[in-house]
């Protein structure tokens, strides 16, 4: 019976010492994880807004509302990221940007 214990006691430490190392590592695989799902959103949110940012350059340049080229690509070169409290980022409803988001939330508050 004493032996017994004492194996059951030796493998109960053995978990609690490995315990944490397999914790990091299940940690870097979803922050791992989490940066591909981010990456592929904001690959296609920029695919998206590069042909927006480019429409409103042109009618910048045709309707003269700076000076040349480089000051309209300068102001539309952020234009869908979202500044300030009046301008929502643009393309966060793809299907990549919600896949990103939900697995965001799957850990972050994992009872939603």
Known sequence: MKCQWGRAMLALMGLLIFMPAFA???EQERKTQQAELDAAC???RQEK???IRADYVQECIDKKQRPDRE?????YADYGEGA????????YDLPE????AEYR?????PDR
């Open 24 to 26: 990091a590592e299940t």
């Open 49 to 51: 807004l590069a042909v």
């Open 71 to 75: 000051s309209c690509e300068r102001f």
């Open 42 to 44: 904001d690959a296609v």
């Open 105 to 109: 939330r799957s850990y972050r508050h």
């Open 84 to 91: 300030g409290p009046n301008q929502a980022p643009l393309f």
């Open 97 to 100: 940007c919600v896949k990103a």
